[in-house]
Each structure stands twice: as C-alpha cells, then as structure tokens.
C-alpha cells in the first residue's frame, strides 16, 4: 500500500500571503493525485484532481504541481475562508486509494 | 444536482449491529462508483471500500475487508454500510462519495454526502 505523507502538520500564514502545502508519496503515483479542502463540521470538497487540475468552482488562487512522489498545494493569495485542513489522496495504485494525514492551514 | 444524502446519527452499544445508509440522486446511480470514507474524531480520512451499484462489484480495503460491508439496492438509489457487531473502536463520522467517472479510471472522489457520526458506548 502505497503511503502519503504531507508536511507540515501545521502552516501558520497570514492573510493575503502565499500557502504552500506538501504531499509526498512513497513510490511513483504518476500524477493521480488529489486534494481535498475540509472546514470544521463539514465534508471534505474536491480542490484538484490529476495534480494540477482544478475542479469545477475552484478559484484560480488554487493551484496544484507534482508528478511522481512529490506534490504542491498552492494557495496564492489566502482569504479567510481558506484556513482549513488539506488532504492528499492517490488514485495511481488502488483500491485502496490512501490519503495523507492532512495540513492544517491556520492564521498567522 | 447531484446529491448524495446520508441517514442521521447513531447511538449505539458494542455488540450492537448497524446499518448506515447514503442516496444518490440527480444522476444515473447504477452507473457510478460510490465509496465510504471513515473519519475517526480529530483524525484523518481512511479510504473503506467502494461499490458499483450496478452490478454490486464491490473492493475492499484491506485494512476493513471483513469489518464491515458494503452494499447497495438500485431500486432505491441507496448505497449502505453496515457493522454485524460495532466497537467503541467504529466511533467515527463516515462519508459516502462518488467517483467522478462512471468506470474505474479516476478514483479520486467528486461528490460527498454530509457524513453520519456513529457512536459507540456502553
């Protein structure tokens, strides 16, 4: 079973500055690799799908990087509603997909 | 629209069975995966299993192949998870969600229902 691992754990940013969230897979994924946003009390919501495609209603501050074992979450420019937890997931070997532990984005 | 709607909370003691239920609607239900997803309080997602509800072909992960099981009746649109015999250990909220594709190609998860929180306590 193939492991995901992301750091930080935690990122503390100030709004208005740049997130940038790690996701590192034990071997090659290739680039099916996705992440999830996922606020207090809520489901998790699609970001990116194939490492750097957004998902439908996704603003462009969103970006996603990474092919093989190493992976990118950028946030550009972070607004309020931004700070959250992010989850990796690879879909290259599966079922079962894995997910990583998450990062909690959260103000500075 | 497509909806995924689960059922509400659960109370319940160890040993007790359960059996949770997540309905599609706003798209053709036999023709897409859904899978369950736990979330253990204050942890991470754990991929369960998924289902195709039009042949009922269902994969397992390993790490809950014979814990629970999966099914699904396409009458009602209706995908299920069910515990024959829970433990204080299945406290958790669990997700149905979709695949965005109707085969197996891309396994990453597009649409969510709201969750079920489980609880179990003696």
């Known amino acids: 079973e193939i492991v995901m691992t992301q750091s930080p754990a935690t990122l503390s940013v100030s709004p208005g500055e740049r997130a940038t969230l790690s996701c590192r897979a034990s071997?090659?994924?290739?680039?099916?690799l996705a992440w999830y946003q996922q606020k207090p009390g809520q489901a998790p919501r699609l970001l990116i799908y194939g490492a750097s495609t957004r998902a439908t209603g996704i603003p462009a501050r969103f970006s996603g990087s990474g092919s093989g074992t190493e992976f990118t979450l950028t946030i550009s420019s972070l607004q309020s509603e931004d700070f959250a937890v992010y989850y990796c997931q690879q879909y290259n070997n599966w079922p079962p997909d894995t997910f990583g532990q998450g990062t909690k984005l959260e103000i500075k | 629209e497509v909806q995924l709607v689960q059922s509400g909370a659960e109370v319940k003691k160890p040993g007790e069975s359960l059996k949770i239920s997540c309905k599609g609607s706003g798209y053709s239900f036999t023709s897409y995966w859904i899978g369950w997803v736990r979330q253990m309080p204050g942890k991470g997602l754990e991929w369960m299993g998924i289902?195709?509800?039009?042949?009922?072909?269902?994969r397992y992960s390993p790490s809950f192949q014979g814990q629970v099981t999966i099914s699904a009746d396409k009458s009602i649109s209706t995908a299920y998870l069910q515990w024959s015999s829970l433990k204080a250990s299945d406290t958790a909220m669990y997700y149905c969600?979709?695949?965005?594709?109707?085969?197996?190609?891309?396994?990453?998860?597009?649409?969510w229902g709201q969750g079920t929180l489980v609880t179990v306590s003696s």
């Open positions: 071997q090659s994924v290739s680039s099916n």
């Open positions: 289902i195709y509800p039009g042949d009922s072909d269902t």
């Open positions: 969600a979709r695949l965005p594709l109707t085969g197996l190609t891309d396994g990453y998860f597009q649409h």
